[in-house]
């Protein structure tokens, strides 16, 4: 135990090492190219933040409109029938559009219900699930400059459902229903 106690801590160090003893070797810059890597980091993270604030705006009219709302309580019976709880309906449909809501929601969830209890381990499990397909490709797509994102979109969200339907046969099978 002791030994992987070290090798956690020592593993950056090492795999640092490795890449400078790696461009050494191959005569690569390594701190010249660790610089450049610097600046084309900070230019992509400016051309984010438009996008960002775009997203970050949109996700707060689609929240404060009721549209958010409207959509859960059009599911939360459709769910409550199919045994379940309507308590992660919410976490399930904002996921895909913002990480932070949907931790902030699984946070509450697990505060409320426990770490133990069948909603606080299906909330865990669906976070872990998921993605935030919008997020994701509005930041992303944006700072590369992709405009078609179609597909993209669909597949991101076909994904985030795979996730939800997983969560919920995955700790249903483990754990049991609520």
Not at 7 to 14: G, N, R
Not at 40 to 52: T, V
Not at 136 to 144: D, E, N, R
């Amino acid at each position: 135990m002791e030994i992987i106690n070290w090798l956690s801590l020592a593993m950056i160090p090492i795999i640092i090492a490795g890449i400078l003893l790696y461009g050494t070797i191959k005569k690569v810059p390594t701190y010249e190219s660790f610089v450049e890597g610097g600046k084309e980091g900070i230019e992509i993270a400016f051309s984010i933040i438009p996008y960002l604030v775009g997203m970050l705006v949109a996700i707060t009219v689609f929240r404060s409109s009721g549209a958010l709302d409207f959509i859960m309580d059009l599911l939360k019976p459709a769910f409550s029938a199919i045994g379940i709880p309507a308590e992660v309906v919410p976490l399930a449909l904002i996921r895909p559009i913002s990480g932070t809501a949907a931790l902030g929601m699984t946070t509450d969830l697990i505060a409320v219900y426990g770490p133990d209890s069948f909603i606080g381990r299906l909330a865990s499990v669906m976070q872990g699930s998921t993605d935030t397909t919008l997020y994701v490709l509005t930041v992303y797509f944006g700072a590369v400059g992709i405009k078609k994102m179609g597909d993209a979109l669909k597949v991101g969200l076909l994904a985030d459902l795979i996730g939800v339907v997983a969560s919920i046969i995955i700790v249903t099978l483990l754990f049991g229903s609520a």
